[in-house]
């Protein structure tokens, strides 16, 4: 690095100017700085993270999106985020769990690691003959996707294997919950990773919450000469003679980036940062159309843990209706503090509900914060994140001492997410592909959820390590 001064007020010049904190522009940072190159990441936020950012109120943590990880407490995993730590040198401490529950229409369905435990529960609601077409299916999946099935929707595989009605629909539930649409919208690539670590991955609670992820790949940036600048939100893109050579900031400043500079913000916010003319109308058209999930409620509750089972499970999710991507009916539960019991105060409980990425954004895009349509609203569509609640913990009204309820707006600002998406969903059955980490831009690439493969932790990870070898690669 050329100078180590502050570049919200000065200018400087490294390798690879990063913008966005979220894991995908950490880990790519992460993985740029410890091949040897300098780099600076630029994030908007005085906390680094994006979704997967923690923030505390009274004593309790919580955090704002994923709490569902996999791979971190065993010896060696193929889950892409352990491979960036394990190529960064860092660890992230976590407590390994093995069930959650399911609140399906039908009654509790408990999710487990353990194969024959998940298909006596499967049996519970399948017929035996889809019980047969089942392990047909999960045969199937296990085993690598030809390259030319990779883009094809899960579906088409769903429909050439299943006629059980329960098991199709857990198939819907199961795609909707990785990817931000049913079956038909999900790449069968997403979904075979799913199959494939069903049984072997470990799933694990980070202790420290999913911070102690967004803090192992800053260590891991850091100790390799990398910079973090917070509360540096970026205006632009500056291209130069057809190519991006570095990003100016709002507070003045510029980084400029010998080599790449690489965008981690969503998709239609990325295109906002570049000049006219930079890439193809045509290229920046498509780009600003890319199909998005809608957004988020979320319930943040601290509450008295006095009286409740130990060993309470830490996820849940409640599930109105078969009709899984309908608004207001996939509600999901993350209670961190029974495997971690730093996230509250002694005797309490820290409570992440949310609604499934899909709630309209239209109805709440005209109401001003603060004003009391505003509040209305906010408790009005929060109402089925406490009855969600009531199914795990039926007097939880009557326990709580702190409620934050964050709406798409919330979700827009502290994740700078357009629209408040979850994020980006180009559905398979439409033929629709997530693109790669290179644009049109020379100089400029992408990662994290606008990208390859798509939504989810590890998902950006892989991304993350795509941008890396392409940087790397690039002359
Ligand atoms: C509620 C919720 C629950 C989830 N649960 C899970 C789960 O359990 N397991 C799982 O695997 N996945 C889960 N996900 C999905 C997963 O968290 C995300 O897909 C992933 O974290 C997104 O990472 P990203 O790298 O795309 O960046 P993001 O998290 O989107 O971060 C992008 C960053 O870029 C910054 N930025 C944007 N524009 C600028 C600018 N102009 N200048 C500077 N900075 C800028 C933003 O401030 C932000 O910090 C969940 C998501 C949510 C919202």
Redesign the pocket.
């Known amino acids: 690095m050329t100078t180590t001064q502050d570049p919200r007020k000065t200018h400087t010049e490294v390798d690879v100017a990063v913008?966005?904190?979220?894991?995908?522009?950490l880990s790519a940072a992460a993985l740029l700085a410890h091949r040897g190159y300098s780099v600076t990441l630029?994030?908007?936020?005085t906390t680094?993270?994006?979704?997967?950012?923690g923030f505390e109120r009274d004593g309790f943590h919580f955090e704002?999106?994923?709490?569902?990880?996999t791979g971190l407490s065993v010896e060696q995993s193929t889950n892409p985020l352990r491979l960036v730590l394990d190529q960064i040198g860092e660890q992230v401490e976590a407590v390994s769990y093995d069930h959650w529950n399911f609140h399906f229409p039908e009654g509790l369905f408990i999710s487990s690691t353990d194969e024959k435990r998940y298909h006596e529960q499967l049996a519970k609601y399948a017929s035996e003959k889809g019980m047969q077409e089942w392990r047909r299916l999960e045969e199937r999946m296990i085993r690598p996707p030809k390259p030319e099935d990779i883009h094809k929707p899960f579906a088409s595989l769903v429909d050439q294997e299943l006629s059980d009605p329960f098991l199709r629909n857990l198939c819907d539930f199961d795609a909707f919950s990785l990817s931000g649409m049913d079956a038909a919208g999900t790449p069968l690539a997403e979904m075979h990773f799913m199959f494939r670590e069903r049984f072997k991955a470990s799933v694990d609670y980070p202790i420290g919450g999913s911070q102690a992820v967004v803090n192992a790949l800053v260590r891991g940036l850091r100790k390799h000469g990398g910079k973090l600048v917070l509360g540096?939100?970026?205006?632009s893109v500056i291209v130069e003679a057809g190519r991006a050579v570095g990003i100016k900031l709002r507070r003045g400043g510029t980084v400029r980036a010998r080599r790449a500079v690489i965008s981690?913000?969503?998709v239609w916010?990325t295109m906002s940062?570049l000049p006219r003319g930079a890439v193809p109308d045509a290229y920046r058209i498509e780009s600003m159309s890319a199909p998005q999930a809608e957004s988020?409620v979320?319930l943040h509750l601290g509450i008295d843990a006095t009286g409740l089972r130990e060993d309470l499970e830490i996820h849940h999710v409640v599930l109105k209706s078969w009709d899984v991507t309908a608004p207001q009916n996939m509600c999901?539960i993350s209670i961190p503090s029974t495997l971690d019991p730093g996230m509250a105060p002694a005797g309490h409980h820290a409570i992440h509900a949310?609604t499934a990425?899909n709630e309209p954004y239209a109805l709440w895009e005209d109401l001003k914060p603060k004003s009391a349509a505003y509040q209305a609203m906010k408790e009005e569509r929060a109402e089925v994140l406490w009855r969600a609640m009531e199914k795990v913990i039926p007097d939880v009204r009557a326990r709580t001492k702190l409620a934050l309820v964050g709406s798409p707006l919330t979700?827009e600002r502290f994740?700078?997410?357009h629209r408040g998406t979850?994020?980006a969903a180009y559905r398979a059955d439409e033929g629709r592909v997530f693109p790669g980490t290179e644009t049109p831009l020379p100089g400029l690439f992408c990662?994290?959820?606008?990208t390859l493969p798509g939504?989810?932790?590890?998902?950006?990870a892989m991304s993350a390590l795509i941008t890396a070898g392409a940087v790397d690669a690039a002359a």
Do not use: M, Q, T
């Open positions: 913008i966005g904190s979220g894991i995908g522009g630029c994030e908007s936020h680094p993270g994006g979704a997967a950012h704002s999106g994923p709490s569902f990880f540096a939100h970026v205006d981690n913000a969503a916010n940062l988020i979320h999901n949310y990425g979700h994740l700078r997410k979850y994020g990662c994290g959820d606008s939504v989810g932790v590890p998902a950006v």
